[in-house]
């Protein structure tokens, strides 16, 4: 098996002693070296038309380009500006919306930023745990599409069909659903 080639890069010249470091440490460890064939982008030799081949091919992008895509993407998608920070290292905080849209339509649960107010309201606010369960997941699918198989929950939420019979099963024995017909072609009801 031909190890995997990785591209170590930036366009900081300050982090050129990090990429160094992690070059070599890929490079000293013997399983990491049989997986992976790590090289810098100073070991490569200047070459123009190798830079353009490489930027067509959509390995790298244009430098410069990257802080600014980012910066546009988020505010096409209606999320706050990124933060960027310089300390230890350079840092990049990226901002989730405020509810998250569940594939049935439904939307539910609450994240990080104000429900309303311009980008200057939102200001340093502090993260709230109020992340959406499996069960919840579950219980908005079977609402939806009563008649909905357990491998098409598995599917839509992303676990595996012993992770949804688990839960199923959980919540009819604290009765809060039940399933009304045979295994096949029966539907499910929500009882809370």
């Given at each position: 098996m031909n190890p995997i080639r990785i591209f170590i890069s930036s366009v900081q010249k300050e982090f050129s002693t990090e990429r160094a470091v992690l070059r070599d440490y890929l490079r000293s460890d013997a399983l990491m070296r049989r997986f992976f064939e790590p090289f810098?982008?100073?070991?490569?030799?200047?070459?123009?038309?190798?830079?353009?081949?490489?930027?067509?091919?959509?390995?790298?992008?244009?430098?410069?380009?990257?802080?600014?895509?980012?910066?546009?993407?988020c505010s096409n998608a209606g999320l706050r500006e990124p933060d960027f920070t310089l300390t230890d290292g350079f840092v990049?905080?990226?901002?989730?919306?405020?509810?998250?849209?569940?594939?049935?339509?439904?939307?539910?649960?609450?994240?990080?930023?104000?429900?309303?107010?311009?980008?200057?309201d939102w200001g340093n606010t502090t993260p709230m745990a109020t992340p959406i369960t499996t069960p919840e997941k579950i219980l908005a699918l079977l609402r939806d599409q009563p008649s909905i198989s357990s491998t098409e929950l598995a599917a839509r939420i992303g676990i595996s069909r012993d992770g949804i019979k688990y839960h199923l099963e959980k919540m009819i024995s604290k009765g809060v659903i039940q399933h009304v017909g045979p295994s096949r072609g029966g539907h499910w009801e929500v009882l809370t």
């Open positions: 810098l982008f100073e070991d490569v030799p200047a070459n123009p038309l190798m830079v353009q081949s490489l930027y067509l091919a959509k390995y790298i992008e244009r430098m410069g380009t990257g802080t600014g895509d980012m910066i546009t993407l990049v905080t990226v901002w989730r919306k405020r509810t998250l849209l569940l594939p049935a339509g439904e939307v539910t649960g609450v994240h990080d930023l104000p429900q309303s107010g311009s980008q200057a």
